[in-house]
């Protein structure tokens, strides 16, 4: 594109030097022609002036030779005649306006001279060979030019001859200096009279008369015309420059030149030059301009063009966009509204126009607060783009959604100063919920599988805790209870041996007989543990169990005042189990609660319970036994069924009673659980398998 305009200037560079070449040749030519037409008319008038001066000479001579006198003194050539007749011809002269008048004779000498009075030597000399005289002799009107050398001004000499009937008597001759001419040339101008010899005879300058033309006038070049007519351009001594024209006149053997300046041609020339080359030049800075111009249209168009299909093209997205798009103004009315957003809202097109987008928004919540901030921020300087910012979305049926939206302010599109770019994320807060609900599902499965895991861990440690114990019990059992039986048997030996005797002795041993049976105590409770879990379990009904344990308590109930209270619908409930281990753990639950009701002084109920589970009454069997004591302290709660825990005083308990229980219970398949009563008071709950009629074969096949 670039070089093609540089080519396009030089082409138009060129073809305007060309052009105002042509023009300045073609104003030179015409000028030029002008020049030489005007110098030909010069030529012309002088050349007629000079005839028309030169013959208003040429009567002279032939009215001479007619001159009767003029011819008398030609046949009798006395003095006296010579001198009337040369009077006669000085008159002549004055009224002729000629330099001087001859008449001569055969010979060729002055008979007659107008000037006679100044010039007397005339008459001496003879014109016989001057070609005024031979011309004339022969019998032709003589025409001779003489040119001088000397600076005096060139004469023409006219002459006639003078006959008597036809015989030759001389000749008559006019003398003309040129000076005389040049009076009547004087309208003339810028013209020259060459003679043979080249020198200027006459000239409208006179500073050139008697010149040699080479010494005045340097020869330039010869031109040529258009029309081919060829031209002699000279320069002048003053340096002028000029158009030379001449014109030989035969006759008198000169030549008539006319000189004309050829500076008004060539300030022609030069202006034609100027004017085409300022025209080129206007005409290129007036085509570039056009080009400019038009190159400049074109682009605008192009622009045009491509903004027209840009927008176009955005609106063929906005509207086939799967995003809702909503065009506001300054004041945040809709301009605009895509058919997704449309479907969005559930509104016509036409119909939303020119509604506020604040319309479409439901809630007063924080986010609709900064979105209504935003709107009213629309416009001014202190606008700032929203970006995926959520609030509720409401419908034209009053119905609402959840929807992300972002605002921005848009360049391109005139009518939409604002886009408002609208997305429906009720699927997404959908799935966010679902989301967020198996994850608390799944937090709360974590919860309680750890918890289950701690409850086992801590099993594990109980169940560890247990087997050390029973192996360290075995160990001390077996050790105790052989001198323990020793002990016993020498003690009663001892006693039977001293009896009625030593009764202090006596008292004593009794006190040995008791350390001795709570040795027992704790080497028979220690046992549980020593014992393996038994292989093989048995139908057991905890009633029976519940009552042979009471048979051990009897004394002590009635001592402490205790009310019992046995609560057992279905005396024949069966446990797959083991009868001394159920009794244990009766005899283990009645005791710590008479305990516990021990020195209370206000009423004493312990209640038992034997019945099915509520909640499974053909799988569990649920024993409950309660006291009215202090209950259970919050501190101890999470204690009761380590071994060796007790608050009881040293003496008074091991701390061994639950655990042995608990260990017993998880053996027979059960669970236990401690609580304070609302109405005061701690209860044991134990739960136990029922005794299925699957499970009553299994152990009767045992
Ligand atoms: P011990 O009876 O030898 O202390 P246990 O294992 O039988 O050992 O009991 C542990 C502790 O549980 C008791 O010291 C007592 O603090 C508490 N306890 C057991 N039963 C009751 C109850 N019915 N009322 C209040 N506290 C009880």
């Known amino acids: ?125 003879s014109h016989a060979h001057s070609p005024y005289f031979t011309q004339a002799r022969n019998g032709n009107q003589g025409v001779y030019v003489e040119s001088r050398t000397n600076g005096e001004p060139a004469s023409i ?12 008597m001389g000749v008559a001759v006019v003398r003309i200096d040129l000076d005389q001419l040049s009076n009547k040339l004087s309208q003339l101008e810028d013209f020259l009279l060459i003679a043979a010899n080249e020198r200027v005879i006459m000239a409208s300058d006179r500073h050139w008369q008697g010149q040699l033309l080479s010494t005045q006038v340097e020869s330039r070049r010869e031109s040529q015309l258009d029309d081919g007519s060829a031209l002699q351009l000279k320069q002048l001594q003053d340096g002028r420059r000029v158009l030379f024209q001449a014109v030989e006149l035969p006759d008198l053997g000169w030549q008539v030149a006319v000189v004309s300046d050829v500076k008004p041609v060539l300030r022609m020339r030069n202006t034609a030059a100027l004017i085409s080359l300022g025209g080129c030049l206007a005409l290129g800075l007036l085509l570039l301009y056009m080009r400019e111009r038009h190159l400049k249209n074109l682009s605008r168009q192009e622009t045009r063009d491509a903004l027209e299909r840009n927008e176009r093209q955005q609106r063929d997205i906005i509207n086939n966009a799967h995003v809702g798009m909503i065009g506001l103004d300054a004041s945040g009315r809709i301009s605009f509204i895509n058919p997704m957003a449309s479907q969005q809202f559930g509104v016509g097109t036409a119909r939303i126009l020119g509604y506020a987008f604040q319309d479409l928004i439901a809630g007063d919540d924080e986010s609709f607060t900064v979105l209504q901030r935003t709107l009213s921020r629309l416009g001014s300087k202190g606008f700032a783009p929203l970006t995926a910012h959520e609030v509720v979305g409401s419908r034209a049926d009053g119905s609402t959604f959840p929807m992300m939206i972002s605002i921005k302010q848009m360049a391109t599109l005139a009518d939409m100063q604002y886009l408002v770019t609208v997305i429906d994320i009720t699927k997404r807060k959908r799935l966010e919920h679902a989301l967020q609900q198996a994850n608390d599902q799944l937090e709360h499965k974590v919860l309680e599988r750890t918890q289950a895991l701690q409850e086992a861990q801590q099993e594990l440690v109980q169940a560890e805790k247990m087997a050390a114990l029973g192996r360290m019990s075995s160990a001390v059992v077996h050790e105790l209870n052989q001198p323990l039986t020793a002990m016993r048997t020498y003690l009663a030996i001892c006693r039977h041996l001293l009896s009625g005797e030593q009764a202090q002795l006596a008292e004593n041993l009794e ?53 019992l209270q046995i609560d057992s619908h279905e005396p024949d409930l069966e446990i797959p189990g083991d009868n001394a281990r159920l009794e244990q753990v009766f005899v283990n639950l009645i005791k710590n609660a008479c305990d516990a009701m021990n020195g209370q002084s206000e009423a004493k109920i312990l209640q038992v319970q034997i019945e099915t589970d509520q909640a499974q009454p053909d799988s569990w069997v649920r024993i409950s036994v309660a006291d009215s004591g202090p209950g259970i302290p919050p501190d101890s709660l999470t204690h009761l069924f380590d071994p060796f825990y007790t608050t009881k005083a040293i003496g008074d308990g091991l701390g061994l009673g639950l655990s042995i229980v608990s260990s017993i219970v998880q053996d027979l398949g059960g669970q236990i659980s401690a609580q304070n009563r609302v109405e005061g008071g701690a209860r044991f709950d134990v739960i136990l398998p029922r005794l299925s009629e699957t499970s009553q074969t299994q152990t009767e096949n045992t």
Not at 11 to 21: G, R
Not at 38 to 60: C, F, K, M, P, V
Not at 522 to 538: G, S
């Open 511 to 563: 006190l040995i007989d008791d350390l001795t049976q709570r040795m027992a105590l704790i080497t028979q409770q220690l046992k549980t543990f020593a014992v393996n879990k038994p292989e093989a379990l048995v139908p057991v009904k905890p009633r029976a169990a519940l009552d042979q344990s009471l048979v051990l308590f009897r004394d002590r109930i009635q001592q402490d005042g205790i009310e």
């Open 157 to 168: 000499y006219l002459s006639a001859p003078i006959y008597d009937s036809s015989r030759f």
């Open 1 to 125: 594109m670039r070089s093609f305009r540089s080519l396009l200037i030089i082409l138009t560079l060129c073809l305007s030097l060309l052009l105002t070449w042509w023009v300045q040749h073609r104003a030179y030519d015409w000028s030029m022609s002008r020049l030489k037409e005007q110098g030909e008319d010069r030529l012309l008038s002088t050349i007629i002036g000079l005839r028309s001066a030169i013959d208003s000479y040429n009567y002279l001579p032939f009215l001479i030779s007619q001159n009767k006198d003029v011819q008398e003194l030609l046949l009798y050539p006395v003095l006296d005649k010579g001198a009337e007749v040369s009077r006669f011809l000085e008159q002549m002269n004055l009224v002729s306006g000629a330099t001087t008048l001859m008449v001569l004779d055969l010979d060729g000498r002055a008979l007659s001279y107008s000037r006679w009075r100044e010039e007397q030597s005339f008459f001496l000399r």
